[in-house]
């Protein structure tokens, strides 16, 4: 099975097997059984796009591999490292962008490793002076179009990091409006905040419960 978020729109491509197990999980999803047609996964890629209201749809076939190959040929591969850091009273650091709630995170730059690419990343766009990884957290996937309008899959590298309470500064060349200390349930459960990041504060809660 293959979960990837395009836009708010949750994407889930399966065998013909698992639809129905599936399907308990995300009672509501649309289900399109693949034809071997790439023309049908750009429509129902464009559906996502455009779509005002978040769906989650269920593509599958018999053969998964060449459906997860297909779709995986209609983008390029955006590795990418961040964290969710968290301070001496177990506030969180969000950063506030284009109208939601996120965590900071960026591109992986040649040479460097996942944990240097994360801490480079957080500093960057929160301005913290030190930051420390405790722990890998999770992976997510969502699609973003590029500067030059192509379709990409960030696949990003979650870690658990530690910081003192301190003054922050948001970069402004990412579009990033603020950047605060807050409580992870405070976002979840009140604030504007990307659906793919959901499952990144989910399975920092389940760690530390």
Known sequence: MYKIYIKESLLILTVDAEVKQVKKSYPKALHYPYHAKVKQLLNIIDKCEKSKKPHTIIVSSPKYKSLKQDFKSLYVLVPAAGGIVIN??????????????????????????????????????????????????????????????????????????????????????????????????????????????????????????
């Open 88 to 209: 001496e009273l177990g506030e969180a650091l969000f950063i506030y962008k284009r109208g939601k709630w996120d965590l900071p995170k960026g591109k992986i730059e040649k040479g460097e490793s996942l944990k240097q690419a994360a801490i480079r990343e957080v500093i960057e766009e929160t301005g913290l002076r030190e930051v420390s990884i405790k722990q890998k957290l999770c992976k997510t996937k969502h699609t973003f179009r590029t500067k030059k309008n192509k379709r990409a899959i960030k696949k990003s590298y979650w870690y658990v990091m530690e910081s003192k309470k301190q003054k922050v500064k948001p970069q402004v060349e990412e579009d990033i409006e603020r950047v605060e200390w807050l409580s992870p349930d405070q976002v979840t459960q009140q604030l504007p905040i990307y659906a793919n990041l959901l499952k990144v504060i989910t399975r920092y809660k389940s760690i530390e419960s």
